[in-house]
């Protein structure tokens, strides 16, 4: 069946709530409302009041509650309305999220999912238009992944629900109304595994979230232009599918990363660095990374715009790389 | 008729403070400039609707009509050196603090000539020379500002005092109550200002706060209740605050006030209050209204005269959208400026301290 | 002499509530238990203290001595079903939930053997299986903890409460104020306790909170205020404080109390307070001295059976002490165990999934 | 004269003081305590309440009062206890430290210093072995050095002082007993700049705070084996001193990076980044970095030694390098 990207998620939440009567949902305005980007919509109304809670303005607590409640072994998926606002509960997120399970000798184990959107578009300006997988990273015991289709959303979804760490789910304000056929079955997608989103020979492009998308805008224009691109949509933000990852690598030797982030920090900065560690005799070029500038995101559309990676940007990238 | 006496709409509540009397001095021309400068708010923030709808303003877009009586009642009772911060809800307390409708407009449409340069948007606002210090997006992030702008007014011994609002739905954020207690451990000059609109965003003050008098959350702090439709309450009640500030350290002032329009622009604002409540509140408290009513009470000044201010406002209004549409969008080079204040030589500091290594397509 | 009746120390002093009676039950098994477990408490403590100038625990060491009465009093009134959560002066905790010594000892020391495999140290104790949630060592962070615990508790309809302690230091932090909003709001059984030591650190309560009296600062949930140097009163409280949030959602309990030791090892403990209010505490309201005149007064054991209990305890921590030191220092490969739950194949994810890479020098 | 490290930070602090009447200091007991490793020790009693603030256990609203009265001119100096309490200020240091001179356009300065103990040591277990470098370091608008003797700490702390912008300084917990001969004449370290350890031709190490002390072991032993490495410290988090890092990439074409943050998200990481960016051309072997390991600090010795870089690994890294 057809669905977009918010609707599929929704369906995600919606499975995992009837397989499992601990998995709750927590956060601002996502149940009577529905959520800002509707991904609880009609949740609440389904499942009642104690398993979508309606949180007051209150990340710090309300995350840790979470957490509290996965202690005992509740699977609570926490929305952040917006992802900049878990700035307020980074604490919770660090260092009981994260290190729980660690400083407890393996007694204790964080079940939770932290969910909400992020990225640069719609000029929400600085606040809200946060990259915080930069600053999560190197939050050790936390895996990240990043949706970009409905398919995957889904997928990512439920197996975040499933897993028994602390996983943070990104979602991106400007993909929210992608639409895809996905199964009917049930389905799960590894929380672990990068996507083959167009195999190439020439040289690997690695990339996520809303990236993805100028990426294939690009890639269009290259093979036009007579290239053979790779993309991989890495998905998993931490830790990286180096498996997949490696093999293209070993196969086109050249790489191109593209990341909403900005450069400093950023994901792309770490992904280049587990590329020079582990792949190294492969590369026959030096692997490039194309960011977002390091600036706060300002709110007029012209400079939004130049804050992140254009598609020309990556045409140029590519071809400078295959040179 | 030089000084007119008028009782507010209701008597204010105290919390652990006896409160001011509901007898207000006012003047005809401060009714009159009362009445002028909250229409001009008002017709603001609806044409900002219009130019949201036509696509000239995107993004989050938070408009203040319906309480315009606390951004006006509030200057009214202070000076500029006093100073104000608020939330995203900035548009109205900017011009209130003297900013021009063409800064409004251009900020809102992201142009060069904005008050922000076009880079901050609806939500940043901010006015240094009069003691506007924004124009904050995170709720409830500009309280702990606020207590610190209270600290430097009484370490430079300034004897001013700074005003800092928020929502109901902030007012449930842990930082307030530890600003707070720093600030009545200090004994800052702070006015906590929550101007209780009854939602944030879609949820009802009661579905958010266990106890939604917010005059009274302070606990150990005194508080009061207003009638924040009322801009001669509010005057009274800001006045009244900025005094006991100086002596006593912080209070809180709740202002009882009411938004029309939906939270942003993507909420119709409907769905989670009646049509009644709100066309309600429109009839029986509305701030402009009320003051009309007092002009024409007291004959200060004729039905015709009115709408021929509303009519100037119109104009006026009309005149900024159309200066500000001309403003250029700002320059691809602002994207690097105020990254960093200037003095290594660069404008923006990259992985390069020597330069700016960025390339726009 | 089955069941006896004592009244406590002072009467309790409640905030929105009518406290419970003075009057409380016990017997002479009880109150010999109170006295040899806190008996255990202290011994533990200052052998801690010992192993630390010895240099064999490192870190932080927080000491509990002089506030065993509220661990106690609070055990006596609950169950393992129920929830105990608190910051990082948590030895006691631990052992009132039915830890061993050689747990404590071996993770205070770093050995295999410890309550968290060495890897959380003194401010990282636990025991799930019988209700101890830690255990934490940011301040005030273990509190909406607690509170996701009650709320889980609800979830299941357990009919169990969570008590979540924390300082009186910690009682400024916002998130306190944010969790209990929520808890009210959702009718969550949760008791927040808070252990009023006096100190936070070097700063004493009134210079770090404007209202010390941290039973009312709920504000708009009850409380009660206890004097957590009477474990009958503590017992009494807890009690009463379950019953109440079972039925009506959230409840503070201040507990009136003093630690005896510095904040953490490297705090003499004495640059902030007096000597004599150090001596007047334990010469006045000692916990365990108040429990050892109740028994003899009542001629429940006479003063030697006292003192062979003490002795009794003293070989006993002895001998844990010896074995936690026979207990190994963790594996090499322990380092990577419990970064993330297993189950892709491996103990740590790296940059690699398939495998760890990490090389030990 | 002779200074221990945390007397060389009081020097600085005082100085500033008694050259700037808005300089402040705010932090939990940092006034009658004199500051948990004594950095402000005597402060009060020479400035007063009004300049030297004992605050409550609230560092997300003393973090943000901090900054409004910078706002107002004051140059508030900020200490977090331990660096990382400052996860629960983190959203004020990101969005109203680092975001706010550019959404206002410019209008706002905030002249604050952030600074307080941080990094792996004296088995203080996970919440309190933070590097919050790689945390922070993906702020836009925020300046970050990490000093790492008495005469940088000094001349770091007053120059922090005297920048307009926010500037977070990293203390070590291990290194505030160091002892140096300091200049006793007023002087400044520029805050941008990285630091000649020891000049070398063969290969560049960077490193920064503690790790320069494992490296210089490293170095000695180095030596003897016939070795001739350039140790560098960074200091500058951010922005990075391209420049001498720079000139020495280009003459010893090698580099290798030792850090205490662990290698996901890292200053390494986008250490590492910015040289293949620009000096990928002078580079005759892959940029290498040690890092801690992706895992919260255990409290054992054992395993807390376990967690960083040790000197042996460096010396082989080098040996690596250089074959
Ligand atoms: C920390 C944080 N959480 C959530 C939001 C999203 N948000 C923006 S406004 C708002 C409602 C605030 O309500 P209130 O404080 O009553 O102010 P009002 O909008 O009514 O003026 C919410 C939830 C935010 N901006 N920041
Ligand atoms: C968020 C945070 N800030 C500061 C500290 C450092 N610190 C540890 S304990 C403490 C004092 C806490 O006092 P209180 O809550 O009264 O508890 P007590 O130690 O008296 O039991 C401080 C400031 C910390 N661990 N976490
Ligand atoms: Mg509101
Ligand atoms: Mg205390």
């Known amino acids: ?323 | 008729w030089t000084v007119l006496t008028i009782e507010t709409s209701i008597p204010f509540t105290g919390h652990r403070i006896d409160p001011p009397s509901r007898s207000v001095d006012t003047t005809r021309k401060e009714l009159l400039s009362f009445f002028r400068d909250m229409a001009r708010m008002r017709r603001m923030e609806i044409s900002a609707d219009s130019l949201y709808k036509a696509k000239l303003i995107r993004g989050f877009c938070h408009l203040y009509d319906g309480q315009e009586a606390v951004a006006i009642g509030m200057e009214a009772a202070i000076t500029k050196r006093d100073s104000i911060i608020t939330a995203y809800r900035d548009h109205c307390t900017f011009l209130g603090r003297g900013g021009t409708l063409v800064e409004v407009f251009s900020e809102l449409m992201g142009r060069r000539s904005g008050c922000s340069k076009g880079k901050g948007g609806s939500m940043h606002f901010y006015k240094k020379e009069a003691g506007f210090y924004g124009g904050h997006g995170i709720v409830g992030a500009q309280v702990p500002l606020g207590c610190g702008l209270a600290f430097a007014q009484k370490y430079s011994k300034d004897e001013t005092v700074t005003f800092a609002l928020y929502g109901d739905g902030a007012a449930n954020q842990g930082q307030l109550f530890e600003a707070l207690n720093i600030s009545a451990l200090w004994d800052l000059p702070v006015i906590l200002v929550c101007e209780n609109n009854h939602y944030g965003m879609g949820t009802a003050e009661w579905r958010a706060s266990k106890s939604p008098a917010y005059y009274k959350r302070g606990d150990y702090v005194p508080g009061l209740k207003v009638d924040g439709m009322d801009v001669l309450a509010v005057k009274q009640a800001c006045k009244f605050a900025k005094e006991h500030v100086l002596k006593n350290g912080p209070i809180i002032l709740e202002m009882d006030t009411y938004r029309y329009h939906g939270h942003s622009m993507s909420d119709p604002g409907s769905t989670y209050r009646t049509r009644d409540e709100i066309s309600g509140v429109r009839q029986e408290r509305d701030p402009i209204e009320r003051v009309r009513k007092l002009i024409l009470t007291y004959e200060m000044a004729c039905a015709s005269e009115l709408k021929d201010i509303e009519k100037e406002i119109r104009k006026e209004v009309d005149e900024a959208i159309r200066q500000a549409k001309e403003s250029p969008m700002p320059d691809p080079f602002e994207l690097f400026t105020n990254v960093y204040v200037k003095g290594y030589g660069v404008e923006a500091l990259g992985a390069d301290r020597k330069e700016v290594k960025a390339f726009l397509p």
Chains 1, 4 share one sequence.
Not at chain 1, 26 to 41: L, P, W
Request: proline residues 5%.
């Open chain 1, 1 to 323: 069946h057809e669905v977009l990207l918010f609707e599929a998620l929704r369906e995600g939440l919606e499975e995992e709530m009837d397989r499992d009567p601990r998995v709750c949902i927590m956060g601002e305005d996502v149940g009577h409302y529905g959520g800002s980007y509707k991904v609880t919509k009609g949740l609440a109304e389904k499942y009642g009041d104690l398993r979508v809670l309606d949180t007051p303005i209150a990340e710090n607590s309300f995350t840790g509650m979470g957490i509290g409640a996965a202690m005992m072994g509740l699977r609570p998926v926490v929305e952040g309305m917006n992802m900049g606002f878990l700035l307020l509960a980074f604490n919770q997120i660090s260092n009981n999220c994260g290190m729980l399970h660690y400083t407890s000798g393996g007694q204790f184990t964080i079940p939770i999912v932290i969910r909400g959107p992020g990225g640069v578009g719609r000029q929400l300006g600085a606040e809200h238009s946060q990259r915080l997988e930069s600053y999560f990273q190197s939050i050790p015991g936390l895996q990240m992944v990043a949706c970009s289709t409905p398919y995957n959303a889904k997928g990512l979804m439920k197996a975040a629900i499933r897993s028994e760490n602390p996983v943070v789910l990104f979602e991106h304000v400007l993909l929210y109304n992608l639409k895809e056929r996905i199964p009917d079955e049930d389905y799960i997608c590894c929380l672990e595994e990068a996507e083959m989103v167009r195999p190439g020979e020439q040289v690997t492009i690695l990339t996520y979230s809303r990236m993805r998308y100028h990426v294939m805008q690009a890639a269009k224009t290259l093979v036009n232009k007579g290239y053979d691109p790779e993309v991989i949509d890495i998905r998993s933000l931490k830790p990286f599918d180096l498996y997949r990852i490696g093999n293209s690598v070993k196969k086109t030797h050249r790489v191109l990363i593209v990341e909403e982030c900005m450069r400093t920090g950023g994901i792309g900065a770490s992904l280049r660095a587990a590329i020079i560690d582990n792949f190294w005799d492969y590369l026959d070029a030096p692997v490039m990374c194309l960011s977002s500038q390091d600036v706060p995101t300002p709110y007029a559309g012209t400079l939004e715009d130049w804050t992140v990676v254009q598609p020309a940007q990556i045409v140029a990238a590519v071809e400078q790389l295959c040179q």
